[in-house]
């Protein structure tokens, strides 16, 4: 089958190879190898999670016509065996009519090259649109070195990012010193956690819902917020991670993370287009064992 | 008490020794207990029973009655117990006369439209984005199907394999959102 499945394969049994999990869910495999994979898919968690999602795409493949006739008849004869594989079967149908229709709107934004919108086909418009180039790169390059006065004042200063480190709540609003009662007090939300200017914020897992890291998302020119996920230790293991908002609601995931040289990060890169203002929670997930760390922010 | 009551609240006894046995964690228990079942049913479906949830069923519930008298002496793995008691049920089955082939009944359109609107509810709970890889990821067909895909992972900066495996993903959770609202709309008719 394809590569994906072997994104989530681990060390112990990987010798199964996609084709081989199709099989199995084909009722195709040998005697021998039937007994092997049994074993192995109680043995390996890793394992039953790529036979199960092998099985959504094998229903997607039936639903979609796209089964060679002899695994077509394999499939209804050895597959459609479970009322959860026959529901499969039905939800990958009514998507695959469902998203049909669609086929041609949606493609649109993605031609990049070749549409019918703009084309430049006749002489007329290459050399007009050429010629408008042109004027408009001699222009810029006249006012730049002509009216520097002129262009500083429409191009902003860069400053700095400079982090803002404040205390946790808790000292925040209950200090030692203080001999009143240790009473809640609601203050506003910069002076609860570190703010970051920059597109890189380091997130680490022993920060909590109430200290989150506070990452502003007022930079137009950055097309991602940079995640670095500190891991408690040094570790070549493969991840996944999931970014969710507070409700639990996922907005981005990433696959197949490794941390980078020093061996005690992994870096996440998160479209900045699928953050808003609010509270974030990634969840990071070692491929092989399934143990996760949560990491918390806000963005504003 | 009635033998019927006797026997049910004996089965509730030992499926929640069951539970226990499989781990002290009520919830971590549960998770167990239904991917040890899920395991079951696709090994049985792969040796090509024609019954399999049955047999899973039967299976967990042997095992069930077992777990007072092996609890205390039990060494090793113990879904790997159910791989045993599985296959002295699966020779049974193998011995008992052919169940008569189940002749698939016609779609139901009701069932259909139900689906559809299951469907459109579960979508509308995506987020943007998974909506939008999902509505792709199975817009085109076959050839047209792979070419958009490519484009699509090159977009979003991904191999094609990664985004079917995030596709699936999403699609894994739209199965399990589109069942349950399926379930919601049996028990409300």
Redesign the interface.
Known sequence: M???????SQQPWQDFSDDAIRR??L?E?STNK?TA???A???D?SL?AR???A???LA?DYA?R?LRPRERAAFQE??L?????R??V??ST???E???A??KS??LP?QATGGTLFTIKHAAWKWGFAAAVLALLLGGVWLVTKEPQFVKRFVPRRVPPRAVVAPTPEVAHHAVSSSKSPTHKEEPPSSLSHEFATETVVLNSKTTVDNATLVTLSQPHAPFVHLQLMLDGVDSSSYHAELMTRAG????????LVAGAAGDRIDLNVPIG?LKPGEFQVKLTRNFDGASTTYYFRAR | MSPAKQLRTLQKTDFDRLLAWLDPNPERAGELYE?IR??L???L?????????ELADETIDRVARRVADIEANYVG?K??Y??GVMNNIHHEYLRRPSPPRLVESPEDSK??EQ??LC?DNCLA?L?P??RQI?????????Q?KIN?RK??AE?LG?S???L???A??I?????TC??QC?EMSEAEQ
């Open positions: 394809n590569d994906f499945i072997r994104e989530l199995f869910l009722a495999l039937q994979f049994e074993r898919l109680f043995d968690s039953e036979v199960r999602l099985e959504l795409a997607d979609l796209r050895r597959f065996l479970t009322a959860s594989r529901r499969q039905e939800v009514v998507l695959g469902r998203f049909a669609h086929s949606s493609e993605l609601e996922t907005v981005y995931s990433a696959e197949g699928q | 991917s899920w395991r049913i696709a090994i479906a792969a040796r090509g029973c024609r019954i399999p949830e793995d879904s790997s159910f791989l069932v259909k689906t559809y469907l709970k987020t984005h998974a999902i509505g792709r990821y199975y817009a085109a067909d076959k047209a958009l484009r699509i977009k991904i094609s394999g990664s079917r495996l995030r699936l993903r699609r894994t959770k739209l199965q589109i069942e399926l």
